[in-house]
């Protein structure tokens, strides 16, 4: 019953920026966090960043920070990714999920995925 949508992914040339959107269904933000993450092929999966049902970030990974922000619209029930001066290394499927309450320490305790965007930074 519960559906969560990424959207917003594709092809940027290095120093690009792309917004990614991941729209809620079924629930409300006000009663679970969502957590940016993502996997690249032969990666193990890394957080990004993830948002409070307050809306307080938590920052996962150095390497987005002063680059990549975190939002939401709790009315159109969907998180934002905003991502500025793309790297290479930024390369990878990015995926939100939903846990209950709170930002957890890892991707293992979110409990609900959507199916991911592709993001490809090359020149």
């Known amino acids: 019953q519960y559906e969560l949508v990424e959207s917003g992914g594709g092809l940027v040339q290095p120093g690009g920026s792309l917004r990614l959107s991941c729209t809620v269904s079924g629930w409300s933000l006000d009663a679970y966090a969502i957590g940016w993450f993502r996997q690249a092929p032969g990666k193990e999966r890394e957080g990004v960043l993830c948002?409070?049902?307050?809306?307080?970030?938590?920052t996962y990974a150095d390497s987005v920070k002063g680059r990549f922000t975190i939002s939401k619209d709790n009315h159109k029930n969907t998180v934002y990714l905003q991502m500025n001066n793309l790297k290479p290394d930024d390369t990878a499927v990015y995926y939100c999920?939903?846990?209950?309450?709170?930002?957890?320490?890892?991707?293992?305790?979110?409990?609900?995925w959507g199916q991911g965007t592709q993001v490809t930074v090359s020149s």
């Open positions: 999920a939903a846990a209950s309450k709170k930002c957890r320490s890892n991707w293992s305790l979110f409990g609900s």
């Open positions: 948002i409070s049902t307050s809306g307080a970030p938590t």
